[in-house]
């Protein structure tokens, strides 16, 4: 499986994805679910594409905390361009969620100038700065819920980003399970889920099979 949709690959067609990931020797692998990707301590050269499969970015801090900063699915692209992972203090691991399929590239590949002034070469790099700059983004809106003061305004708070990342037209989806997501959030799990059935009790949220709609005041 080639990643020719994938953001890296925006713009160039299939052929010319193909010879690219050749010129880039490319390596593709397998992992088992629970397996670990990726520790960034020691993954400084790569970046890697999920073809196949979902993984979540774990951090655990200098006491043994755990903690998901992101979970990446198919296409989900990753690496220490992306993790800040020179904070030395943290240990940061990518771990399978499910069976996982992952193209890993090197950087310096990617990086290096084309001898042939490749067009196409340009536009994977000018995709590369896109998506370190959509990550921005995202570590912004996740600085967002964590600095919020209690479990459910960081709730709340997450709902309406996910709600506000979600296409038009379709039903906003919790990317955790309720244990995870408390990870992600930062806070207590059994507080958390006191914090949900308070608020689907009270009719600011309704929840089934992960898929949820928030109800604003002018609604109710």
Same mark, same amino acid.
């Given at each position: 499986?080639?990643?020719?949709?994938?953001?890296?690959?925006?713009?160039?067609?299939?052929?010319?994805?193909?010879?690219?990931?050749?010129?880039?020797?490319?390596?593709?692998?397998?992992?088992?679910?629970?397996?670990?990707?990726?520790?960034?301590?020691?993954?400084?050269?790569?970046?890697?594409?999920?073809?196949?499969?979902?993984?979540?970015?774990?951090?655990?801090?200098?006491?043994?905390?755990?903690?998901?900063?992101?979970?990446?699915?198919?296409?989900?692209?990753?690496?220490?361009?992306?993790?800040?992972?020179?904070?030395?203090?943290?240990?940061?691991?990518?771990?399978?969620?499910?069976?996982?399929?992952?193209?890993?590239?090197?950087?310096?590949?990617?990086?290096?100038?084309?001898?042939?002034?490749?067009?196409?070469?340009?536009?994977?790099?000018?995709?590369?700065?896109?998506?370190?700059?959509? !990550?921005? /983004? =995202?570590?912004?809106?996740?600085?967002?819920? %964590?600095?919020?003061?209690?479990?459910?305004?960081? &709730? $709340?708070?997450?709902?309406?980003?996910?709600?506000?990342?979600?296409?038009?037209?379709?039903?906003?989806?919790?990317?955790?399970?309720?244990?995870?997501?408390?990870?992600?959030?930062?806070?207590?799990?059994?507080?958390?889920? !006191?914090? /949900? =059935?308070?608020?689907?009790?009270?009719?600011? %949220?309704?929840?089934?099979?992960?898929?949820?709609? &928030? $109800?604003?005041?002018?609604?109710?």
């Amino acid at each position: 499986m080639l990643p020719e949709n994938n953001i890296l690959f925006k713009g160039i067609d299939p052929e010319n994805c193909r010879r690219m990931i050749t010129c880039f020797h490319a390596e593709v692998r397998k992992f088992r679910a629970g397996s670990c990707i990726a520790d960034f301590t020691s993954f400084s050269d790569k970046i890697g594409i999920i073809l196949s499969g979902s993984a979540s970015m774990i951090r655990y801090d200098i006491n043994g905390i755990r903690t998901i900063a992101e979970t990446l699915g198919e296409q989900g692209v990753f690496g220490e361009f992306f993790t800040f992972a020179g904070v030395h203090r943290n240990a940061i691991e990518l771990v399978a969620d499910t069976e996982c399929e992952i193209m890993f590239l090197h950087r310096e590949e990617i990086l290096k100038r084309c001898e042939n002034a490749c067009r196409c070469h340009s536009m994977v790099v000018e995709n590369l700065l896109m998506l370190m700059s959509e !990550r921005s /983004i =995202a570590l912004t809106e996740r600085i967002e819920v %964590l600095s919020q003061r209690s479990i459910e305004e960081k &709730l $709340i708070s997450f709902l309406q980003i996910t709600e506000d990342n979600t296409p038009e037209g379709k039903e906003p989806v919790i990317p955790f399970s309720t244990t995870a997501l408390s990870d992600y959030l930062c806070v207590n799990r059994s507080a958390l889920q !006191r914090e /949900i =059935a308070k608020l689907k009790k009270n009719g600011t %949220l309704t929840i089934s099979k992960r898929r949820f709609r &928030l $109800i604003r005041n002018s609604e109710q």
